[in-house]
Antibody, heavy 118, light 110 residues
């Protein structure tokens, strides 16, 4: 069964850092682009970042450029999102998703909640 | 990277059809045939319904269909069922390896 499980969310103060992880199983992780998507409370989905299957290409939404870093470890079948200089507006449920090609995100994990507050 | 525009809400009675629009620009929806649609029940993981404008993954009922004309994509849900009550989001490739979601539409089954 193809499965994605996020972890690492929690409460962090403004300006702080957090590292999210996404454990993948049930498919050849190293062959797929991977994506992070977030949903702020009461808001819609927002595409955050993606990373090529070999990790050599990465892209970010403008609002997180320079603060967030997406990475992956194929040996551990894991995707990461390092989040620095966190702001209140980064508060959201963060989902990881497999990109099956041209933005077809399938499946998604259940999400992990990040709360940025003092 | 502005969000694609969707109507905030849509509704229909069981058995009826509802169509949700997703309006972008020539730099995203209009420029590529890489529009996908997602169904999101609160508290659950979103699920892909349509990809590459009109293709349906295996397991998705044919009640769900997608299309595109110019800068606007559409999702039609035919034969509405109670379980179709959810939030729906479009997503489009926007060039430069970037993607953008729509603002989301809450579908209510009356």
């Amino acid at each position: 069964e193809v499965q994605l499980v996020e972890s690492g969310g929690g409460l962090v103060q403004p300006g702080g850092s957090l590292r999210l992880s996404c454990a993948a199983s049930g498919f050849p992780f190293s062959r797929y682009w991977m994506t992070w998507v977030r949903q702020a409370p009461g808001k819609g989905l927002e595409w955050v970042a993606n990373i090529k299957d070999d990790g050599r290409e990465k892209s970010y939404v403008d609002s997180v450029k320079g603060r967030f870093t997406i990475s992956r470890d194929s040996a551990k079948n894991s995707l990461y999102l390092q989040m620095n200089s966190l702001r209140a507006e980064d508060t959201a449920v963060y989902y990881c998703a497999r990109d099956c090609g041209h933005g077809r995100l399938d499946p998604w994990g259940q999400g992990t909640l990040v709360t940025v507050s003092s | 990277q502005s969000a694609l525009t969707q109507p905030p809400s849509a509704s229909g009675s069981p058995g009826q059809s509802v169509t949700i629009s997703c309006t972008g620009t020539s730099s995203d929806v209009g420029g590529y045939n890489y529009v996908s649609w997602y169904q999101h029940h609160p508290g659950e993981a979103p699920k892909v319904l349509i990809y590459e404008v009109s293709k349906r993954p295996s397991g998705v009922p044919d009640r769900f269909s997608g299309s595109k004309s110019g800068n606007t994509a559409s999702l039609t849900v035919s034969g509405l069922q109670a379980e179709d009550e959810a939030d729906y989001y479009c997503n489009s490739y926007a060039g430069g390896r970037n993607f953008v979601f729509g603002t989301g539409t809450k579908v209510t089954v009356l």
